[in-house]
């Protein structure tokens, strides 16, 4: 039978939680892997990348941040591979019992690439639900599983945790420096393309999305920092907004496909954020144009909340850019500053043409 999801231990403690939770994991890790040792080396990397930024990690979702952090870093070892991808979400859903939104959740797609998966998976498999799940079943009752290498795990999770403070550390140093900001914007695009925000989804493109806990902040730009609610998204900005947007947009998801569009100043120029909304399942990918210039935003989400999230920009846009900027749709030309492509591809929404008038 499907594995069953402990409480939290009293006082969230990493080793409590590593010891509880290690040989549920080390299956899972089998069920995806196929391979004893590959399982139980996935799960070490899982429980020292944890232990990393534990005090980071949300209390009441604990399993899904390690879940995630299991599945995804799978999937990055083995990039491009369909059936790879096509396995995991079979597991997900018939091992570990999420939902199809849960699952599209962690994965960083769709909810119609999850079913289509599922559906193309159980076909390849020639069993159907419950007879994956006896399978599963039978594959979790033969293995045989150790007892978590805590000293092991609690060493690399602090090297991990050393690297982060000396990158930080260098990052701060190059807010100082006005090209970092632009420079950073080019990192970060490739950076999506070699899945660092996400594992690729069937078209080979990374996703940006990142699954954020409700009210967890997350820094945006120079002196900006963005979190959701339940009731919806929310700014913390140095000065107040320029055109529509205020303080927060709450009231969302909306059922009609929709992209907000707010320009706040910061450090380097101005920086644009907003809300999408009325999607089936997350975004594949939200664009910004700013002159000649195009850019893939970065995408806030809640997990179990499919269909709506924050989108910001990867690094302020210049004065000049900003001129380019208010200069679109004029002339009759349909130009858009932000556009939202579905799971397929297609444009799901678009920015008002004259958003700054709204």
Known sequence: MPPTHDVLPAGHDFAAYARTHWPRL???????????AAARELVRRTLARMSASWRRVPRDDVDFHVRR????????????????RRRAVLVLRFWEGLTDAETAQLL???????RAHVRHGLRASGADAGQLREAYARAA?????SEVPLSEVR?????????????????CAAVFVPAALFAADRIGAGMEQDGAYGVRDEGG????????????????????????????AHWAVPVPTVGPGGQDDTGVPRDEPGVSLRM??????????????????????????TGERRSTAKVLVLAG?????????????SDDDMKSVLSLGKGGKDERIVTVYDASGQVAARSALEWWRI
Request: aromatic letters at 4%; hydrophobic letters at 45%.
């Open 305 to 317: 909340s499919p269909g709506w999230g924050l989108w910001y920009a990867s690094a302020p846009v």
């Open 141 to 145: 009752a033969d293995v045989v599983v």
């Open 108 to 114: 960083g797609c769709s909810v119609g690439a999850v």
């Open 264 to 289: 706040d100043g910061v450090s380097g120029g101005f920086l644009l954020s907003g809300v999408f909304h009325g999607l089936d399942g997350e975004p594949d990918r939200i664009e910004v144009r």
């Open 155 to 171: 060493a690399r999770g602090g090297e991990l945790r050393r690297r982060r403070v000396t990158v930080a550390a260098l990052a």
């Open 26 to 36: 080390v299956v899972t890790a089998r069920l995806l892997t196929d391979d004893p």
């Open 69 to 84: 952090c299991l599945v995804r870093g799978h999937l990055r070892r083995l990039r491009g591979r369909r059936a790879a």
């Open 205 to 232: 493109a990374a996703s940006p999305v990142r699954v954020v806990a409700p009210g967890e902040r997350v820094t945006a730009g120079p002196g900006v920092r963005v979190w959701l609610t339940a009731d919806g």
